[in-house]
C-alpha cells in the first residue's frame, strides 16, 4: 500500500501538478516565478530520492529501479526551463498577431544601476489603445516611444506579448520544449510500467 501511494503521488505531481505550474511560469515577470519554479523544481528533486529509497538494492540500482525515479528528473528539467522556453511554446499554439504602440521604452538597468544596453517595453493596442502591458521579448533593434510594432499577444493577457519579429527564431525553442513534454510523459509511462507489482495491486 505504501509503494502505491507512493506512484499515485509520483504520477499526481507529475502528470497534473508539474503541467499546472509550468504555464504558471509564462504569467508573469521577475525573479519571483524563477524562484517558485526553482523551488518546484527542488521538490521534484526529493522525490527521486524519496522514490530511489523504496527498492531494495544494493550500491547500483537496475535499469527498472531507475525508471521510477526518472519522472522527478524531467520534471525538474520542465519546471527549471519554463520560465524561458514555455512563454514560445503558448505564443506559437495560443499567439493573435497585433499591432502595438510603443508608450514606454525604459534602459534596462542592473542592481548597481548601470545600463545593460537593453530595453523595457510596455506597449498598448495600436487601435483601441488598449493597455497590453510590458513586451517580455522586444524587438531587436530599439525604438522609441510612438513607434507602432508587429506583436504576438495571447487572449485575456495569459502571458505578456512578445515582439512578432522574435518568433521566427523561437522554431527551435518551440520544438526543445515539445521535445522535453514528450520525454516526460514518456518517462512517466516508463515509471509506471517500471514500478514494483505490488504497488499496482
Not at 524562484?35 to 524519496?50: E, H, T
Not at 522586444?138 to 485575456?156: K, L, N, Y
Amino acid at each position: 500500500m505504501r509503494d502505491k501511494g507512493r506512484l499515485v503521488g509520483t504520477m499526481f505531481w507529475s502528470l497534473v501538478a508539474v503541467p499546472i505550474a509550468v504555464p504558471l511560469a509564462s504569467h508573469g515577470f521577475g525573479t519571483d516565478w524563477v524562484a517558485v519554479v526553482v523551488v518546484l523544481a527542488i521538490v521534484s528533486g526529493r522525490m527521486v530520492l524519496a522514490s530511489g529509497h523504496f527498492w531494495d538494492y544494493g550500491s547500483r540500482p537496475t535499469p527498472r529501479e531507475f525508471l521510477t525515479v526518472v519522472p522527478g528528473l524531467t520534471a525538474s528539467a520542465l519546471l527549471i526551463s519554463a520560465p524561458w522556453l514555455s512563454p514560445w511554446a503558448l505564443h506559437d499554439l495560443f499567439g493573435q498577431p497585433a499591432l502595438a504602440r510603443v508608450i514606454e521604452a525604459e534602459p534596462a538597468v542592473d542592481s548597481k544601476n548601470d545600463d545593460t544596453g537593453r530595453t523595457h517595453y510596455r506597449v498598448a493596442d495600436a487601435a483601441t489603445e488598449r493597455d497590453l502591458g510590458r513586451l517580455r521579448f522586444g524587438p531587436r533593434t530599439h525604438v522609441p516611444a510612438g513607434a507602432v510594432i508587429s506583436v504576438s499577444v495571447i487572449p485575456d493577457g495569459w502571458s505578456p506579448p512578445v515582439a512578432a519579429e522574435r518568433l521566427k527564431d523561437a522554431d527551435a525553442l518551440v520544438t526543445a520544449f515539445a521535445a522535453l513534454v514528450a520525454v516526460h510523459v514518456l518517462a512517466c509511462v516508463a515509471a509506471a510500467a517500471a514500478w514494483p507489482r505490488e504497488a499496482r495491486s
